[in-house]
C-alpha cells in the first residue's frame, strides 16, 4: 500500500460523510415543511407569526 492510497482513501471518506449530511439535512428540512404544512391545515399557528387583526396597526 502506497501513501497516495491513504490520502485518496481519506478524501473519499470525507466526501462521503460530507455528502450523507447533506443529503440528510436535506431530507429532514422537507420532513419538517411537511409537518409545518400539517399543523398550519390544522389550524395550528407558529407563535412568531403576526397575528392577521394586528396588520397595519402601526406597530
Do not use: C, N, Q
Amino acid at each position: 500500500m502506497t501513501h497516495a492510497f491513504y490520502v485518496y482513501a481519506s478524501y473519499g471518506f470525507a466526501a462521503l460523510v460530507t455528502i450523507a449530511v447533506t443529503a440528510w439535512t436535506w431530507a429532514d428540512g422537507r420532513a419538517r415543511r411537511r409537518e409545518l404544512a400539517a399543523l398550519e391545515a390544522a389550524g395550528i399557528r407558529r407563535r412568531s407569526a403576526r397575528p392577521k387583526d394586528s396588520v397595519g396597526d402601526g406597530e
